[in-house]
T-cell receptor, first 112, second 115 residues
Framework: GDSVTQMEGPVTLSEEAFLTINCTYT??????LFWYVQYPGEGLQLLLK???ADDKGSNKGFEATYRKETTSFHLEKGSVQVSDSAVYFC???????????WGAGTKLIIKP | GAVVSQHPSRVICKSGTSVKIECRSL??????MFWYRQFPKKSLMLMAT?????????EQGVEKDKFLINHASLTLSTLTVTSAHPEDSSFYIC???????????FGPGTRLTVT
């Protein structure tokens, strides 16, 4: 079945460092790909999305490119801030009911 | 817009009792709501999908008689954990989707502890 694999955390970085959180997927069709973020004490929020190959999703300085050839959707940010500390989830949606299949989540800790 | 609330945020109950969790879409009509369970350091597990006015569709392995879901209106869905046991302790999250939309809007979750 379809699945999402993302790098285990926690990932600890200093402020202004470059961030990459890897995400790869397996899917039989042509899924849409998502990154969600969960800040402490809050609900999950959609961070960015891409619906077809080579699309780049971006939001709040974060980017991810839908790479069909490598089945990847890695999350990147050029300069992280303490306020980016959160848990990041990669997910895909491949059916007409838009059900989401989730990665395990990666906790990101940014130190000042 | 697109705010989803859950109540309660935390609940502790004794083994054998039932507990109800509410999920409300505050500023939109949710034709579809999803219930997830999140285990520590694990991904979200979809428990069931409910459409307003219809019976919920449960995922494989989820006991529908234990996890009762009611989606009685376009702004409210409830999850009732019946005869709760310590292994039901978990973080339960709901999400809601607008008619014709694909994006899910998530509630903040409910931490259930069964003693």
């Amino acid at each position: 079945g379809d699945s999402v694999t993302q790098m285990e955390g926690p990932v600890t970085l200093s402020e202004e460092a470059f961030l990459t959180i890897n995400c790869t997927y397996t899917a039989t069709g042509y899924p849409s790909l998502f990154w969600y973020v969960q800040y402490p004490g809050e609900g999950l929020q959609l961070l960015l999305k891409a619906t077809k190959a080579d699309d780049k999703g971006s939001n709040k300085g974060f980017e991810a490119t839908y790479r069909k050839e490598t089945t990847s959707f890695h999350l990147e940010k050029g300069s992280v801030q303490v306020s980016d500390s959160a848990v990041y989830f990669c997910a895909l949606s491949a059916d007409s009911n838009y059900q989401l299949i989730w990665g395990a989540g990666t906790k990101l800790i940014i130190k000042p | 817009g697109a705010v989803v609330s859950q109540h309660p945020s935390r609940v502790i109950c004794k083994s054998g009792t039932s507990v109800k969790i509410e999920c409300r879409s505050l500023d939109f009509q949710a034709t579809t709501m999803f219930w997830y369970r999140q285990f520590p350091k694990k991904s979200l597990m979809l428990m069931a999908t409910s459409n307003e006015g219809s019976k919920a569709t449960y995922e494989q392995g989820v006991e529908k008689d234990k996890f009762l879901i009611n989606h009685a209106s376009l702004t409210l869905s409830t999850l009732t954990v019946t005869s709760a046991h310590p292994e039901d302790s978990s973080f339960y999250i709901c999400s809601a989707r607008k008619a014709g939309g694909y994006e899910q809007y998530f509630g903040p979750g409910t931490r259930l502890t069964v003693t």
